[in-house]
């Protein structure tokens, strides 16, 4: 049985900017999976469905869930605002289908349906400041390295785009938008039109109209998209636009053209298209015969190693001398006798591009690194070992589960991994997976549950769940290691395991878990822990901790939920009283 996986981009966020098949989609859906902020923003559509919200950075489980829901045969809406293939769901999705095994002939049908994305909102309510090529750069480096972020940057200035700026600014990432505005100053005009625009169409927009130079002074946040216009953008009566190229051939305000319609595709009207400055076999350039060499027109944009100074306006100027000129030609701004300015810019950074493409990207590794499940003492080698793993810019905490996390960027993540192992290290993956944590076993004196602990951390270790679980593993009745305030913990006593569910280690809930069953066949435990662990990866909801599992589904295979009693509520005299 195949469901329906419809991946909708919303648009801006009002009614009224969402397409008709968007909502239509929303509406034939059993099960609505989305953002919480995007779920409030379409609360009016989606009254008696099935909806799944979680928070931000929960985009992998949330397409989890909307595929397992699909795989039930029902008609599942996953939700994002602006569009759903710019920086939505859409890609995800596909991709956990694809690890799937999911192809076109598969009943899961896919369908994604586009909505209106910040650059295309925003850029509506400051003018028209994207008539020409445009690009969008995230500036949020979670899934993405800085260094590429950097590159983009640096070739989409350089290239003279209309650059829309998406995820700016956070609480902690502020550095970023500083970081871009430096570069961006490298290649454009201090003066260069910059559109701040927040919450667009939605009750709090705000639009702010600045310039490169100051666009630090305004506030900007996560819900600003920022608009840097190109060398020809200009600002006319509060309205950022950029000019198509129209004025370069035709009198804006003339009923009637110098040029006729057929002239229009002759060279000599058109002295910067591409054959005319770079022949196919690299024979010499043609001239257009009507004009010399020195007076033909030309674009100028800034060079990709000057920066512009204040006084080498854009189109602005050049519109204006065009007009006043009444030149069906109009002479745009020369930079000396530079031929093709922008041409030069533009092949140096399709240049800059291609080489770079060749090189690997680096990724953020993360990883637990342990010395074992029951081993808790690292040897100097191995210690050595990780420290130049994690190198001089990377990141080791020792975490309280008996690991140390290491954060680093590298090219080579599987070359790192293949070091750690061959030092001896267990290397295991961090995130919402299982980790065993085991007691050291009395420094291994009181040995005979280590099997079990290892084969349980080999089956199961690492493992994706809907939230992290930690599963506690003691040697004895001390259980000193605190495996009973686990999510799920087992003891070891008389040659057999005692079992525990829904521990929660931490909060002013904290509590132990259920004792649910008392002696189970050493031979059969792992077994009965595999089971409860696939029970939660199945049923568990996207970021549901194992303890809230188990009191919602009331039953694990023969384990029952019971409820804590409930606290007694004590009159207490004041102090001193
Ligand atoms: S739980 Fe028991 S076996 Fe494990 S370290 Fe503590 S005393 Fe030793």
């Known amino acids: 049985m195949g469901g329906k996986l419809l991946i909708v981009g919303f648009g801006p966020g009002s009614v009224d900017h969402m397409t008709k098949r968007a909502r239509e989609a929303i509406e034939e859906s059993d099960v609505i999976i989305g953002y919480k902020t995007y779920i409030e923003l ?15 950075t929960e985009e992998v489980s949330r397409a989890q869930a909307a595929v397992k829901w699909a795989e039930r045969g029902k008609t599942v809406a996953v939700i994002s605002s602006g569009d759903a293939g710019l920086y939505g769901m859409a890609g995800l999705v596909y991709e ?11 009943p899961i049908e896919v369908e ?38 950097e590159k983009r940057l640096e070739a989409a200035a350089a290239a003279d785009f209309v650059i829309a700026l998406y995820n700016p600014k956070s609480g902690r990432r502020t550095r970023q938008i500083v970081e871009a505005q430096r570069i961006l100053l490298r290649h454009r005009s201090p003066e260069t039109p910059v559109g701040l625009v927040k919450s667009a169409y939605r009750e709090r927009q705000q639009i702010v109209l600045t310039d490169l130079a100051h666009m630090l002074d305004h506030e900007i946040g996560m819900l600003t998209t920022v608009i840097i216009g190109n060398s020809t953008t200009f600002v006319h009566d509060g309205l950022m636009i950029t000019p198509r190229g129209y004025q ?34 690299g024979g010499p350039v043609l001239e257009p015969t009507s004009e010399p060499e020195t007076e033909r027109p030309r674009v100028s944009l800034p060079s990709a190693s000057l920066p512009l100074s204040a006084s080498s306006a854009p189109l602005p100027a050049a519109a204006r001398q065009a007009k006043e000129s009444g030149s069906a ?12 300015a922008a041409k030069e810019v533009a092949e140096d950074a399709l240049a800059a591009l291609t080489h770079r493409s060749m090189r690997p990207v680096p990724v953020l590794f993360e990883a637990a690194v342990s010395p074992g499940v029951a081993n808790k003492q ?64 009395c420094d291994g004196e009181k040995k005979d549950a280590i099997p079990y602990a290892e084969e349980l951390a080999r089956r199961l270790g ?15 009745g001390m259980a000193c290691y605190g495996a009973v305030r686990e999510d799920i913990g087992i003891v070891y006593r008389k040659g057999k395991f005692d079992l525990f569910l829904g521990g929660k280690t931490v909060g002013r809930n904290a509590h132990p ?42 039953q694990i295979g023969p384990f029952r939920h019971e409820e804590a009693t409930a606290a007694a509520a004590v009159e207490t005299a004041a102090c001193g009283d």
């Open 248 to 281: 370069r051939k035709y009198h804006l305000t003339a009923a009637v053209q110098p040029l006729k319609p057929h002239e229009r595709l002759r060279k000599e009207a058109e002295p910067w298209a591409l054959e005319q400055t770079k022949p196919l076999n």
């Open 329 to 340: 030609i109009p002479p745009v701004q020369t930079e000396g006798n530079r031929p093709m």
């Open 378 to 441: 690292f040897t100097p080698e191995q210690l050595i070992v990780l420290a130049e793993v994690v190198g001089p810019d990377g990141k080791m905490t020792y975490t309280p589960d008996h690991y140390m996390k290491i954060e680093r960027l590298t090219e080579d993540p599987a070359g790192l991994t293949a070091r750690l192992v061959a030092a001896g290290l267990t290397v295991m993956p961090v995130g919402e997976v299982l980790t065993v944590k085991a007691c050291d076993f």
């Open 462 to 476: 690492g493992m994706t769940l809907p939230k992290e679980l930690k599963l506690g593993v003691n040697g004895c």
């Open 112 to 149: 994604v349906i586009p909505g209106i994305s910040a650059i295309h909102s925003c850029a509506a309510l400051l003018g028209a400041p994207i008539m020409h090529d445009a690009c969008t750069i995230s500036l949020s480096d979670h899934l993405t390295p800085w260094e590429l972020i």
């Open 513 to 554: 878990g259920q004792l649910v069953a008392e002696g189970i066949p050493k031979e059969e435990i792992i077994t009965v822990i595999a089971d409860i662990i696939e029970y939660y990866k199945e049923h568990g909801h996207p970021n549901e901790r194992f303890h809230k599992f188990f009191a919602r589904v009331k």
């Open 96 to 106: 956990v289908l694809i690890e799937k095994g999911w192809t076109k002939d598969d």
């Open 42 to 56: 379409v609360r009016d559509l989606i009254a008696g469905k099935e909806i799944i919200s979680t928070g931000m």
